[in-house]
């Protein structure tokens, strides 16, 4: 089996390859990620609707495990607006909740690995890593997984850019009487993921009451990063 990283270089290779106005990517690739209940299936059903698509993948129950497979699902009309990526399929992937009962988090990258090799076609390029992070949860330990879990992907990836290929997304903004969310998000911001966001990550918010949205603007300020140069680009 290749490993994620040999994937994911490939990937790169296939994007840097490529001008960004002359060679549009075959298709682009946006992978879902969190713990189980965090609201990944959640945000891509918000983000499919905003697009119009009738689609939609499953939602749990809170932290259940749901979602046990790796789930693409092909947005279309996101990226009319974005002239790299314009008339390209873009496929966003749900994946399994890390942390949860039935899979290790180390397999859960194991799947993702054997999705990307045996789905992706020549020209295909990683759009973005979106990690939903339930911002109202309690778990004392929840941020410092988040942390090991983005220190595994890093490893395997061994592409320290890719950090700016991640945004890392709070959900649940709309239970206020789960405490000071706002006071959470700094903490977050400026403790306990101060490494990512060195290293290019970012915090947004996925917002509560307009959320289709929010996540179609998630979305596009990762499809934003393919218009950059080629040789800048934070591509795999
Ligand atoms: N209030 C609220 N509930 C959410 C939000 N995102 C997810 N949920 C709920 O959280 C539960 C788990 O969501 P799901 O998308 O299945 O989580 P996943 O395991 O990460 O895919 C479901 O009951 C969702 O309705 C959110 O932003 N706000
Ligand atoms: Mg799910």
């Avoid at 490939?10 to 209940?37: D, E, F, R, W, Y």
């Amino acid at each position: 089996m290749r490993s994620l990283a040999s994937s994911l270089r490939t990937l790169k290779q296939h994007a840097m390859s490529k001008s960004p106005t002359s060679n549009p990517p075959s298709s682009i690739v946006i992978l879902v990620l969190g713990q189980t209940g965090a609201g990944k299936s959640y945000f891509i059903n918000k983000l499919l609707a905003e697009a119009g698509s009738k689609h939609h993948v499953q939602v749990g129950e809170q932290q259940s495990s749901c979602t046990s497979d790796i789930t693409p699902v092909t947005a279309s009309g996101l990226t009319s607006k974005h002239p790299t990526s314009k008339g390209c399929p873009l496929v966003v992937v749900d994946t399994p909740g890390f942390d949860n009962t039935l899979v290790s988090d180390r397999d859960i990258c194991d799947r993702v690995e054997v999705w990307l090799t045996e789905s992706c076609r020549d020209g295909t390029v990683l759009g973005g890593i979106i990690y939903i992070y339930d911002i109202s949860q309690d778990r004392p330990s929840a941020p410092a997984r988040v942390n090991s879990n983005l220190q595994m992907l890093r490893e395997v990836l061994r592409q320290p850019e890719l950090m700016g290929k991640v945004v890392l997304v709070t959900s649940k903004w709309d239970r206020v009487m789960c405490g000071d969310l706002e006071t959470k998000e700094k903490d977050l911001s400026s403790k306990h993921w101060a490494f990512v966001v060195k290293a290019g990550a970012r915090i947004v918010r996925f917002e509560a009451k307009k959320e289709g949205a929010s996540a179609r603007s998630i979305v596009d300020s990762l499809l934003e990063l393919l218009e950059q140069p080629a040789d800048t680009m934070p591509l795999w």
